[in-house]
DNA sequence: AAACCCCACAACCGCAGACGG
DNA sequence: GCCGTCTGCGGTTGTGGGGTT
């Protein structure tokens, strides 16, 4: 990067994120890497882009999955196994880190629960080895482990794709789908959730209007939702896909309260 | 009040695909 | 067609906070 100095790692400050902001504001969210380089920041264009991407994209919902978005997560991925971006261009405004974390956490959860259940009911049988808590997360995404016929620290949260893979993974699949559309408790169907969420969205849409364009591409944030903390930073409003050119002439006058000077020197 | 545990989430890493020169 | 760079994705790890003992 910045000949010299380190890249900075671990947790952003609010004065990196604003910084970070005003640039996206500026450049876009595509170039990361002219983005880290011209900002100042000592982050690599990845870590920018995931800080965008999961924390500061002004589309992001916050806060707990609400019981559609679970169920939708279960059926999607019950489809598409671990494509999280993939589901979560399904869910407008959640992130597929956050998708992948809920997964995580949640469906051990369940899968513990399922268990308890399962060996509570079934004292005999299928070996039920004493559960080793074993190796920590290497065997996540190994088809063969998946949904291990009740052994051990059971790792379907992260079953890596129940496409083809059948056996035990399927049945269990089957259990879950059981659980959550077709013989569900309440006979909630993949319909209704589609039509709450439809509704949630319109919505939220109505709330947040323009915020995304139909490909769910950001469009411009400065216009709508009401100031929010960093956005009142914001330095521009159509400034998005701006020319390096154009660029120079906003940093002659560069507006961001304080904040480090972006690295001029870079364009010429 | 302290120690411990568990959960949720942010962030990093490695890899692969896309793209431009 | 090859190579280098960038971007996106999935997997994994680290850490802070809240709850429990």
New binding site residues.
């Given amino acids: 990067m910045v000949e010299g100095q380190e890249?900075?790692?671990?947790?952003?400050?609010e004065q990196?994120?604003i910084q970070l902001i005003c640039f996206v504001g500026l450049f876009g969210?595509?170039?990361?890497?002219?983005?880290?380089?011209v900002s100042g920041l000592n982050?690599?264009?990845?870590?920018c882009?995931?800080?965008w991407?999961?924390?500061?994209h002004p589309g992001l919902k916050?806060?707990?999955?609400t019981t559609q978005e679970e169920r939708l997560v279960l059926e999607l991925h019950a489809k598409?196994?671990?494509?999280?971006?993939?589901?979560?261009?399904k869910l407008p405004g959640r992130?597929?880190?956050?998708i992948?974390?809920?997964w995580?956490?949640?469906m051990?959860?369940k899968a513990?629960e399922k268990r308890r259940g399962l060996s509570a009911s079934s004292s005999s049988s299928s070996s039920s080895s004493s559960s080793s808590s074993s190796s920590?997360?290497?065997?996540?995404?190994?088809p063969a482990k998946e949904f291990p016929a009740d052994t051990g620290p059971v790792?379907f949260f992260?079953?890596?794709?129940s496409e083809i893979s059948a056996s035990s993974s399927t049945k269990k699949k089957i259990e879950e789908n059981q659980e959550l559309g077709g013989g569900d408790q309440n006979g909630y169907t993949m319909d209704d959730i589609w039509k709450d969420i439809e509704v949630s969205n319109h919505e939220s849409l109505i709330m947040n209007q323009d915020v995304y364009s139909e490909d769910n591409n950001f469009s411009c944030p400065a216009l709508n939702s009401a100031a929010s903390s960093w956005e009142d930073y914001y330095c521009g409003d159509s400034l998005w896909k701006m020319e390096e050119e154009e660029s120079k002439l906003i940093f002659s006058g560069w507006p961001c309260l304080g904040l480090a000077q972006p690295n001029q020197n870079f364009f010429y």
Avoid at 7 to 13: E, L, M, N
Avoid at 62 to 65: A, H
Avoid at 136 to 142: E, P, V
């Fill in positions: 890249i900075r790692k671990g947790p952003w400050t990196e994120d969210d595509r170039r990361w890497d002219f983005i880290a380089k982050r690599t264009g990845k870590s882009r995931l800080r991407v999961n924390y500061l916050r806060g707990k999955m598409w196994g671990n494509r999280w971006s993939k589901i979560a261009r992130t597929d880190n956050e992948k974390n809920y995580r956490t949640h051990r959860k513990q920590s997360s290497s065997s996540f995404n190994n790792k992260d079953s890596g794709g």
